[in-house]
């Protein structure tokens, strides 16, 4: 699959239709990760619509990149993403958390487009590396991204796959850090704070790019210049906002997890509409 | 081709090989499959040992990643998700108390083919102590979905365990000792997982033990037994999970009952799985001897410190001869008008 001819426009649509599934699944009988999901989906949309080589028709295709959702409760995000892709059809959306759906709260593997399955935090990198490691001692291309959680980062078994990654010189790993500065009791700065984020990576060997998690161009020129060093890997530390798009749910930190009612996702969903409106 | 039919030595080759300790038999083991297979692949977390043998002779098939067990099964899981066949080396405690969600999701979870090897299993590290002390990481990995549990019973054995772990497509955890222990066999039999060896035939009760210092307790204490006329059959269960039912099934009805024996707690272990199987299917008396529920901060070495737990040949000895005496239970059906009595027991008691 080519990415070259995805245009922007059409990433920003993508990116929008994905916010609609996440509304509708936070709209279903136990609702789900609305904030940390809407931080994350202009990413992905980024990561899957031009950045990833993947076969959504042939998901475990052996020359694919491998993308790691580590966050694992910012499901819907892949989940409406991975839909928008072609993975499954986006109606399937409805589905999640209901009995039989593949769709669970966090991510399975049985979901084609799931590597992982993910929800408790801390094991994304790790995993991701083991996968770069693979791919560059049988001298294979295979790329691994991993998305990270900010709050996430706070589980200490991420430093030891930070260490090691850059120790082993994995150049074919990329880890995003969703850095939208929210953990459920609170902003991440006055739970266990984590800045000097972008030093704290530095000072561990890899390289490091700071980006606005919502600006999908400047998300694509920076995964398109993979790896930034040689023999580095690489960390994208994208500020995002907390429930990005839905003007409701924007930078709140009752945004963490939400069940809409039905009033509430028509409010939140004429909201995403106006948004648009008034960004086009 | 089966496993065992690659390179295994014979005859007195093995017995010189393969007199020592499980760690450097499998060591030697893993290097072997791996010079012969590429897929082979040593993850390290700073254990010791592979730096001048594995890493040296093939770098490409060995990665060191630190002092984190974490990050150890993590990695193991994405080399294993990529068709590697990875080798995930750290002491039996910190795979199991430490790293137990990875191993539980990771790599147990997604079925993938990583074999862990634990070693320094139960009281093996005795003088370290407790920090070092792995007594409960049987009752752990019994409960993980799709891992193999074994327990090789010698150096030898480890190598037989080492190269069928390798052939078998799921997750494998794999519990050695630190020490040299004494040699079980003579020479390199059909190891097969989830068949237990049987060393020795009896009719009167069957010891079932698993890992070396108990399969050497057991095997010293059916001795000991003949001596006083009882005659007991020994079985090495060297797979924890599946767990050969088949034997333990037989003695459940052959026999005045079973006496179990391991290098863990009494509970969650060996005799914990062999309590299982029996009340399910055949009840039968079990007597477990492992290390009793408490925190064991003696100082001393492997077989001190489990003389301390109460894991001794004496004990097994003591436990045997309990079985062959009757119980109350016995000795009241032995009565005449055992039957009646029983019945109006069960009456009075609705009353």
């Known amino acids: 699959?080519?990415?070259?001819?995805?245009?922007?426009?059409?990433?920003?649509?993508?990116?929008?239709?994905?916010?609609?599934?996440?509304?509708?699944?936070?709209?279903?009988?136990?609702?789900?990760?609305?904030?940390?999901?809407?931080?994350?989906?202009?990413?992905?949309?980024?990561?899957?619509?031009?950045?990833?080589?993947?076969?959504?028709?042939?998901?475990?295709?052996?020359?694919?990149?491998?993308?790691?959702?580590?966050?694992?409760?910012?499901?819907?995000?892949?989940?409406?993403?991975?839909?928008?892709?072609?993975?499954?059809?986006?109606?399937?959306?409805?589905?999640?958390?209901?009995?039989?759906?593949?769709?669970?709260?966090?991510?399975?593997?049985?979901?084609?487009?799931?590597?992982?399955?993910?929800?408790?935090?801390?094991?994304?990198?790790?995993?991701?590396?083991?996968?770069?490691?693979?791919?560059?001692?049988?001298?294979?291309?295979?790329?691994?991204?991993?998305?990270?959680g900010d709050g996430e980062l706070q589980e200490g078994s991420n430093w030891e796959a930070i260490m090691s990654a850059a120790h082993l010189g994995l150049g074919n790993l990329t880890a995003v850090v969703d850095r939208n500065g929210w953990q459920i009791s609170g902003r991440t700065e006055e739970s266990v704070g984590l800045e000097p984020l972008a030093d704290r990576w530095r000072s561990f060997g890899w390289s490091v790019a700071e980006v606005d998690g919502h600006d999908l161009a400047a998300l694509r020129a920076l995964f398109g210049a993979l790896p930034r060093t040689p023999g580095r890997p690489t960390v994208v530390i994208a500020k995002t906002v907390k429930g990005r798009g839905v003007p409701l749910f924007e930078d709140r930190k009752k945004s963490h997890y939400v069940r809409l009612t039905p009033r509430l996702h028509e409010r939140a969903t004429a909201g995403l509409r106006a948004r648009r409106r008034n960004q086009t | 081709m089966t496993a065992t039919e690659e390179s295994v030595p014979s005859g007195s080759d093995w017995a010189e090989l393969y007199t020592g300790s499980a760690r450097d038999a499998h060591r030697r083991t893993l290097l072997e499959l791996a010079r012969a297979d590429d897929r082979i692949f040593c993850v390290d977390s700073d254990t010791g040992g592979f730096e001048d043998g594995f890493a040296a002779e093939l770098p490409a098939q060995y990665a060191n990643v630190g002092i984190a067990e974490a990050n150890l099964f993590g990695m193991s899981a994405g080399l294993a998700a990529s068709g590697l066949i990875p080798f995930a080396h750290t002491m039996s405690t910190f795979a199991t108390t430490r790293a137990c969600e990875q191993l539980k999701l990771d790599v147990a979870g997604n079925n993938l083919?990583?074999?862990?090897?634990?070693?320094?299993?139960?009281?093996?590290?005795?003088?370290?102590?407790?920090?070092?002390?792995?007594?409960?990481?049987?009752?752990?990995?019994?409960?993980?979905?799709?891992?193999?549990?074994?327990?090789?019973?010698?150096?030898?054995?480890t190598a037989l365990a080492v190269r069928a772990a390798a052939h078998h497509p799921g997750p494998v955890y794999i519990r050695l000792g630190r020490n040299a222990t004494p040699r079980v066999y003579q020479e390199p039999y059909d190891f097969t997982i989830g068949a237990s060896v049987q060393l020795g035939d009896g009719d009167d009760l069957l010891v079932v033990a698993t890992g070396a210092l108990p399969v050497h307790y057991a095997l010293t204490a059916r001795d000991v037994l003949a001596e006083r006329g009882v005659s007991a059959r020994v079985v090495n269960m060297h797979t924890i999970k599946p767990l050969d039912r088949a034997p333990l099934l037989r003695a459940a009805r052959e026999t005045a009952g079973i006496v179990t024996v391991e290098d863990h707690l009494v509970v969650g272990g060996l005799g914990g799985a062999v309590s299982e199987v029996v009340a399910s299917e055949h009840p039968c008396r079990v007597r477990r001897v492992g290390v009793e529920d408490r925190y064991l901060d003696t100082v001393g070495d492997e077989r001190d410190l489990l003389e301390d737990g109460g894991v001794t040949v004496d004990r097994v000895v003591t436990e045997a001869l309990t079985l062959l005496k009757p119980t109350r239970t016995d000795a009241y059906s032995a009565r005449p008008d055992a039957y009646e009595p029983r019945a109006d027991h069960h009456n009075t008691r609705r009353r």
């Open chain 1, 1 to 148: 699959m080519t990415h070259e001819d995805v245009s922007i426009e059409e990433l920003a649509e993508r990116a929008y239709r994905a916010r609609e599934h996440i509304l509708a699944m936070g709209a279903t009988e136990h609702g789900t990760h609305v904030g940390g999901s809407l931080s994350a989906v202009d990413i992905l949309t980024v990561l899957y619509g031009s950045v990833l080589r993947v076969r959504p028709d042939e998901p475990r295709w052996p020359g694919r990149d491998w993308f790691v959702l580590s966050k694992g409760h910012a499901a819907a995000a892949l989940y409406a993403v991975l839909a928008e892709h072609g993975y499954f059809p986006p109606e399937e959306c409805r589905t999640y958390g209901q009995r039989h759906s593949r769709l669970a709260g966090h991510p399975l593997r049985r979901l084609p487009g799931v590597e992982f399955p993910t929800g408790s935090l801390g094991h994304g990198l790790s995993l991701a590396g083991g996968v770069a490691l693979a791919a560059s001692r049988t001298g294979r291309d295979n790329r691994a991204f991993v998305l990270l």
């Open chain 2, 113 to 157: 083919p990583v074999k862990v090897v634990a070693t320094h299993g139960g009281l093996s590290a005795g003088h370290y102590g407790p920090s070092h002390h792995a007594l409960q990481d049987l009752a752990i990995v019994r409960t993980l979905p799709h891992l193999t549990v074994l327990v090789p019973a010698d150096a030898g054995e």
